[in-house]
């Protein structure tokens, strides 16, 4: 499936030489719903070249930019077709759209609408003038889950990278395989990828810390402290089992949850930067001490 | 916003209140609402909650906002960094 539009002017309703132009980028997620929510409207809608990708990244990589927007105007001859000199854009893409700069080369006036394309159309049945609401970025359970697919199959990725190697070592024990050891390590990485990816984006807000990490630890511990109990119960599993999959987890859950920041709208590079400076040695100590356990358990104990 | 706040005392925002001419744009185009027009200048009112877009800074006329922009993104960060060492993870970043 293709996820690029190509760029250009296109006609929702029956627009003519008085109705708003509306911009985005050429990824179709966002070139759908503009459609679907301006549905029953006669707008034009101007998509730029971003290749694909969304508004808000697309700005900060600068494709969703000034440059592209002024040589869409241009070369759709936008100011032929219609009368006015106005172009409407999500805030979302004021990080690569400089006004001033669109309003000397290309000679139109660049109005920031509304942060949701849901809000879209209110604005300009108000006269294209913004609420406080539709300016203020929310970060709601259900934009929070959204999102939640993209980081599990994210998750997923470093299966091979770090998953299966840890559930073959942790399959051995005393110097013999075991298939069920390495299944139920297999289950235990993947429900810690899950605390980092999917329960804690879920409990964001509610979660003690500031730091993701922190954050993603929390959720990891409290998991792997009820499959550990679950496990204690097989006279197969030793204390030092429990202890390197509680650490494990956690290490697992709280890396994942650390990388969810590339998803949030309110997480700063510099505060990322700080939080990664961090946790990452913590996380490398943590994740060592539970391998040093797994290994000792594989060979001898 | 509301119930999020991430690190306190780390963004790199700067608002130089001299320099500002009061044309309103920077409060238009923050996604944050970090801005308020005060008697005719720009005002910062909550600079932990800033996400370093740098949306204000670009839009200024009179470069009187200054920040370090970019997107918060650990396995970015993480990827820039191992690219460092000339190891490639996956060519398809999660996030942006
Ligand atoms: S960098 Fe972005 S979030 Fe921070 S104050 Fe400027 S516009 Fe607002
Ligand atoms: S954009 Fe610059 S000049 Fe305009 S109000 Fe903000 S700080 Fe002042």
């Given at each position: 499936?293709?996820y ?8 929702i309703g ?6 708003p132009?509306v911009?985005?980028?050429?990824y179709k997620?966002s070139?759908d719903?503009?459609?679907r929510?301006m ?11 971003t290749?694909?990708?969304?508004v ?9 930019g000034?440059g592209?927007?002024v ?5 759709t ?8 000199r106005?172009v ?7 990080s690569?759209?400089?006004?001033i700069d ?10 920031f609408?509304?942060?949701r ?7 300009l ?5 913004a ?5 203020e ?8 889950l ?7 199959i994210?998750?997923m990725?470093?299966f091979p990278?770090?998953g ?5 070592l942790?399959a ?5 395989f075991s ?7 297999l ?8 605390s980092?990816t999917l ?7 509610l979660l003690?810390?500031r ?7 929390v ?5 792997s402290l009820?499959?550990a109990?679950?496990?204690?119960r097989s006279p197969?599993v030793?204390?030092v089992?429990?202890?390197?999959v ?7 859950s709280?890396?994942?949850a650390?990388?969810?920041?590339g998803?949030t709208p309110?997480?700063s590079p ?10 990452l040695?913590?996380?490398a100590v943590?994740?060592g ?13 | 916003?509301?119930g ?13 209140q ?5 044309c309103?744009?920077?409060?238009a ?6 801005f308020?027009?005060r008697d005719?200048k ?11 877009c740098?949306a204000?800074a ?10 370090d922009?970019?997107v918060g993104c650990a396995?970015?960060?993480i990827n820039?960094w191992?690219?460092?060492f000339?190891?490639r ?6 996030c942006?």
């Amino acid at each position: 499936m293709s996820y690029i539009v190509p760029p250009g002017l296109y006609a929702i309703g029956e627009p003519e030489h008085d109705s708003p132009v509306v911009v985005t980028a050429n990824y179709k997620m966002s070139y759908d719903l503009v459609r679907r929510t301006m549905a029953g409207r006669d707008v034009w809608l101007l998509v730029l070249e971003t290749y694909g990708i969304n508004v808000w990244c697309a700005a900060g990589k600068g494709t969703f930019g000034t440059g592209e927007l002024v040589r869409r105007i241009e070369t759709t001859g936008l100011s032929r077709i219609v009368s006015h000199r106005r172009v409407i854009l999500p805030v979302m893409g004021a990080s690569g759209v400089k006004v001033i700069d669109v309003k000397q080369r290309a000679g139109f006036e660049v109005l920031f609408a509304t942060l949701r394309i849901d809000d879209l159309p209110e604005y300009l049945d108000n006269g294209m003038s913004a609420t406080r609401e539709m300016r203020e970025l929310t970060f709601s359970l259900s934009e929070r889950l959204v999102l939640a697919p993209v980081e599990i199959i994210g998750g997923m990725k470093s299966f091979p990278l770090a998953g299966l190697p840890l559930a073959l070592l942790a399959a051995f024990s005393s110097g013999s395989f075991s298939i069920n050891r390495f299944a139920v390590a297999l289950i235990l990485y993947l429900i810690a990828v899950l605390s980092g990816t999917l329960l804690t984006p879920l409990l964001l807000p509610l979660l003690p810390g500031r730091m993701f990490a922190v954050k993603g630890a929390v959720t990891g511990c409290a998991c792997s402290l009820a499959c550990a109990v679950i496990l204690g119960r097989s006279p197969a599993v030793g204390p030092v089992d429990l202890a390197a999959v509680i650490l494990m987890m956690t290490v697992v859950s709280s890396f994942y949850a650390m990388n969810y920041t590339g998803s949030t709208p309110f997480t700063s590079p510099s505060g990322v930067r700080r939080e990664m400076q961090l946790a990452l040695p913590a996380m490398a100590v943590t994740g060592g001490i539970a391998i040093i356990l797994l290994a000792a358990r594989a060979v001898f104990l | 916003m509301k119930g999020f706040v991430y690190l306190p005392d780390v963004v790199t925002l700067e608002l130089d209140q001299e320099a500002c001419i009061g044309c309103g744009i920077c409060p238009a185009v923050c996604p944050h609402r970090i801005f308020e027009m005060r008697d005719s200048k720009a005002f910062i009112r909550n600079r932990d909650e800033c996400m370093e877009c740098g949306a204000c800074a670009l839009n200024c006329p009179v470069r009187a906002i200054r920040v370090d922009a970019g997107v918060g993104c650990a396995s970015g960060m993480i990827n820039t960094w191992l690219a460092g060492f000339n190891i490639r993870l996956r060519n398809d970043d999660s996030c942006c």
